[in-house]
């Protein structure tokens, strides 16, 4: 597909030129190609101060695409960068379509109470211990190919089929809360085990999604009910003290009878009718919410 023609030419590019051994590929596309699905977003790093910003300078202008303020598009305060490949045709594909995003290999500094970190530059060890989840904290080296686990966990949990943190899980949900509902998230995607000591941070760090924008709570509560198994994840709300921090008039129905006609409580009821509802969001969410009142 394009994403991976434009990974080629990357690593073709990067090659016997200044940023050798220093662009990695990181994230989810690593571990889709890992788990042999065809990679979708191409997220890189650099391992350089500010990498993420002049590499991306750097490269436009190497190939003629470099527009001012435009490509890249540059977000200084976080150090990263997003480019395109405009003009670019390898083998007959186009892909000035491919848009790529960069920043340097960092680390994050959180305010208490607030979810604006302070971005300061580090290795990749440090790096991959600040992402959300194990399998999500994989590089491969465009220069040489080669995969790269700095947690030593990542390639593993693939393997098994577990959801972890690379750190302690209450500093992983402490620097960003959202976290709690992506471990659910992927649990179900893949339909993997979470650990009970995951289980357990959840459930004690809950309510920290208050300092969560409903924004982004919406975001990854969509992707959760448009999972192939979109019930196995809104049971495990209730399970894990999320629910209440966000739809606590879905906790009310639990243990709500019904008429002779139905034999579930109202929450059960509701999970048998979202696991029959064909994957369209706007006919799950009415799904989710058809009994609340």
């Known amino acids: 597909n ?8 990357l690593s073709t590019v990067i090659k016997n030129s200044p940023y050798a051994n220093k662009v990695f590929l990181a994230g989810g596309a690593v571990r ?22 002049k590499f991306s300078e750097w490269i436009t202008k190497k190939l003629g695409a470099y527009k001012q303020d435009v490509n890249p598009l540059v ?5 990263t960068a997003k480019f395109n490949l405009r003009g670019v045709k390898i083998d007959g594909i186009d892909l000035s379509s491919v848009d790529i995003e960069a920043v340097m290999t960092r680390g994050e500094k959180y305010t208490p109470g607030s ?14 211990e600040r992402r959300d989840l194990t399998i999500n904290a994989l590089y491969k080296d465009l220069t040489t190919g080669e995969i790269l686990d700095p947690t030593g966990k990542g390639i593993d949990d693939i393997k098994n089929g577990i959801i972890r943190t690379p750190l302690n899980p209450d500093i992983t949900f402490d620097d960003d809360p959202l976290r709690m509902l992506r471990v659910i ?22 309510s920290q999604l208050k300092n969560i924008s409903m924004e982004r709570i919406q975001d990854e509560f969509n992707k959760m009910i448009m999972s192939d198994r979109p019930a196995q994840a809104v049971k495990l709300l209730p399970y894990t003290k999320l629910i209440q921090h966000f739809i606590p008039e879905l906790l009310e129905t639990i243990g709500v009878g019904q008429n002779a006609y139905h034999k579930d409580d109202v929450f059960a009821h509701t999970m048998e009718v979202l696991d029959n509802t064909p994957p369209d969001l706007i006919d799950r969410l009415s799904a989710i919410f058809h009994y609340i009142g």
């Open 115 to 128: 979810r604006k970190p302070d971005v300061v530059y580090s290795d990749l060890k440090t790096d991959a």
């Open 32 to 53: 889709d190609a890992l788990m042999g699905k065809p990679v979708k977003d191409i997220d890189i790093v650099i391992t350089e101060p500010d990498g993420g910003i």
């Open 75 to 79: 977000f200084p305060r976080f150090g």
């Open 2 to 9: 394009r994403e991976t023609a434009a990974l080629n030419f």
């Open 185 to 206: 998230r992927f649990a179900v995607r893949y339909n993997w085990k979470i650990p009970k000591e995951l289980v357990s941070s959840i459930i004690k760090n809950a």
